[in-house]
């Protein structure tokens, strides 16, 4: 090799050494927004589970960065809460100390969402200057930033429909939040992986088959979510607190009390716990017999291992659930059991992007953004 190849060869490993560190520094950043997005699922059950939620009856996305600071401050905004229904049929004769309780658990949720939209926007902006995406990414995490914008407008969309004439959320509007928001915390993790990982498809037979097991897990895992939030939103979990019967029986009675029948699936509570505890089980049945294929039939790869960890998710978070039903839905165990539905998903999230190829390395190392001689 003359002189003139050797030193286009080595500038071709350090152009390769640069985006390869400047993958690994998105990544690092996608996964943290991703830690942030879950510790707001998780805090977002904390207070749901202790009637937080509606203690905050309007919406500034700006000013509402303040916490009250003095008694009158604190006066009025409790003077707004008791306009409300929660106030009015379920808190009525509430000390404001008792007030400020659920108050802080709300503020702390909304100013959690907050913090995660300036560590996307900032970190987005820089990495954009340092024109570390190349534009197929940047239009990836965009797309991102905007479901994140558009999950703060449907959390106040939800909050809502409890201001109105009943004190609770709408069901089917939590459910939206809720899974809008395991949305954005799947693409996060799918597309940080995708920049770290090597891809493990080379080295599994079948690679198709073993994708569409997987897709399958995933959506029963995100449809047991959604139906969890419809337990919550209906108080479904405060009935039926025994296991494996409903009221002495696989099927309880009264499970198609109300017209038209589609709306006993995401009303009626005896079926809309009976839905939760089937999903549930579908899961978990479809997860550990994925994984007892894999067992066999799977070389040890990252994929058998990330499977590894969702089996162990998976039974752990099934135990978990029944004893949330059985103890009436305390809050560490319905937390925790909210957290535990994340790893579930999170696990066999990985186990299907490992079995695709990784994002190509781009040509140039700097190729979205103006250049520089612009």
Request: proline share 6%; charged share 15%; net charge positive.
């Amino acid at each position: 090799m003359d002189a003139a190849a050797l030193r286009l060869a080595r500038r071709g490993g350090v152009a390769s050494d640069a985006r390869s560190r400047q993958r690994r520094a998105v990544a690092c950043w996608l996964l943290a927004l991703a830690g942030l997005v879950l510790a707001m699922v998780v805090l977002g059950g904390i207070t749901r589970l202790n009637h937080a939620g509606l203690s905050i009856v309007d919406w500034r996305p700006l000013m509402g960065v303040l916490p009250p600071f003095g008694e009158d401050a604190w006066q009025a905004l409790f003077a707004d809460y008791k306009r409300f229904p929660e106030y009015q049929e379920i808190n009525r004769g509430m000390t404001l100390d008792a007030f400020k309780e659920i108050f802080w658990l709300e503020y702390a949720h909304r100013l959690l969402g907050r913090i995660v939209g300036i560590a996307f926007a900032l970190p987005f902006v820089w990495f954009l200057i340092r024109r570390a995406f190349d534009r197929a990414l940047a239009l990836k995490v965009l797309a991102i930033g905007i479901l994140g914008g558009l999950q703060g407008l449907l959390g106040w969309y939800m909050v809502k429909s409890g201001l109105v004439d009943r004190p609770d959320v709408s069901p089917y509007r939590l459910a939206a939040h809720l899974g809008l928001a395991v949305a954005i915390y799947g693409c996060l993790i799918w597309v940080a992986l995708g920049l770290v990982t090597g891809g493990a498809v080379e080295r599994v037979r079948r690679a198709g088959r073993w994708r569409s097991m997987l897709w399958g897990a995933t959506g029963l895992v995100f449809l047991t979510i959604l139906s969890g939030a419809f337990v919550a939103g209906n108080d479904a979990g405060l009935a039926y607190n025994t296991f494996p019967l409903m009221a002495d029986a696989i099927v309880p009675p009264d499970v198609f009390l109300i017209e038209p029948l589609w709306r006993n699936f995401f009303e009626n509570v005896p079926l809309v716990q009976l839905d939760h505890r089937l999903l549930a089980m579908l899961t978990a049945l479809a997860v550990i017999l994925i994984w007892a294929a894999a067992l066999r039939w799977l070389e040890r790869t990252p994929v058998r291992a990330a499977l590894h960890a969702a089996a162990a998710a998976v039974l752990v978070q099934f135990v978990l659930g029944i004893a949330t039903l059985l103890t009436f839905v305390p809050v560490p165990l319905g937390a925790a059991h909210q957290a535990g539905a994340m790893v579930v998903f999170t696990a066999i999230l990985a186990a299907l992007r490992l079995l695709y190829p990784p994002a190509p390395l781009t040509a140039r190392p700097r190729p979205c953004g103006p250049s520089r001689s612009a």
